[in-house]
């Protein structure tokens, strides 16, 4: 049931809202069925900018701290984060990599322009080695994407090879001179990025066939089963879902869709820099108007899900085929004085709102979304750490988003628990609202109960009264994330201005009713029992 109590007019028109009990939110723990993935918390590490660069990579030798040449605190903060899978080299970077220049001595690789990112001239230091083995190190699974638009199918083949062949053959061979002796396994493995476009602008019967062909030669290497995930649609494109499904079909794991938040990308020049920077608006400076756009963008990734899955649904009704959104999140202007090519934003609470609310929706889709990966994971669009371009050794800074994943940790391989939310709708333009509350609830493996109540409401506060079936409430505590200002962001030197705290606003009545009072624009877990 909707109730829409605010509208906005010409401008924007915000209804105070009464804060007695007004969301009702019933769980249904004996429907609980799904388990959430742990990668649907995945990460994208793009050479675009400094996310690569100066973001992981700073190299053995450089002043700053680094574990093995990743910088040290970011390592720790990755670390700390428990990252379930990554996805590299791209984005649109993967269909221009050739992986033999990443490989070998430092001193002989081959330089390229990255003419996807502002024609910055990449030296390969980062490679095939260096990926993996940072992935190693954090525990996470590695996820490849494979070049399609410019590289051939032998090219991609051994690189297959190369990562994952334990017998030997010259390539597995190469591969310990340059120092690693057992293969890295790796399962995760993308057959092109955004085929329809920067990956080589083809229509997708086009593609799908190219796919066969390609994934033909990604062969298996001992027990390692490689996880073949299609380049899926632009968007909201279901025709490109629905060839590939039945092109494709069974020589697939899954399909990737990408999907950003973002305003308007219409061409628009900076008055200032006269550089063209669309209408995306800015990460820092928003109205509350802007606010309410973006996240009703971020919301409509569910309508695009549901395009996806009906298509995916008629071909394979047994969900056999994943769905991953492996590229997701925030994309505004890049911040003033930085490289256009180079998508470097600020990141506040609005992002942390969008973070929550966009989980709540994958969580509820886990029968098909298998994966997700927020672009990007340091120093791009809506990352979770940022690095200073001017001092390079100054602290990293940890963003609002990443302290939302941090939080939600207590979701990954837990059982989605269904439940029914009741709330207010804030009306954002004559089409489209937004609740004004977002919610997760799951059982984890001991059988605790973990609810996130995320209130989009901009203003107001909101209070949700909780009933769980067949279940009485004895304590619920937690932690919040959430600042007075919704433009309150980390920056450097100033790293601290939203930071998780404990949560004092969840109350049991005596009749084992849980009533949370949730701030504006805050995200909030409760441990229940
Ligand atoms: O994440 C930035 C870019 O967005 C990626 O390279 C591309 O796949 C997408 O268009």
New binding site residues.
Partial sequence: MKKLLTTFGAGLLLTSIASAQDVQLTVHPDQAQNIIPKEIYGQ?A?H?GRCIYGGIWVGPDSDIPNVQGYRKDVFEALKALEVPVMRWP????ADEYHWRDGIGPQEGRRKMVNT?WGGTVEDNSFGTHEFLNLCELLGCEPYISGNVGSGSVQEMAEWVEYMNSDTNSTIAEERRKNGRDKPWNVKYFGVG??SW??GGNMHVEYYADLYRRYNTYARNYGDNRLYRIASGANATDTHWTDVCMKKIGGNMDGISM?FYAVRDWGTEDDPETGIPMGKKGWALTFSDQEYYEILSKALQIEDCIHGHMAVMDRYDPEKRIGLLVD?WGTWYNVEKGTIPGW?YQQNTMRDAVVAASSLDIFHKYTDRIKMANI??VVN??QSMILTNEKNPSDPCVLTPTYYVFKQYNVHKNATYVPSDLVCNYISVNAREQVPTVSRTVSRDQNGVMHISLTNMDVSNQHVVAVNIDGMKVKSAEGEIITADDIHAYNDFGRADQVRPAAFKGAKVNKQGQLVVTLPAHSIVTLTVK
């Fill in positions: 994208f793009e675009l791209g984005g649109c970077f996807n990025n955004e476009g920067c990408h590229e998508l672009a990007q791009v669009l």
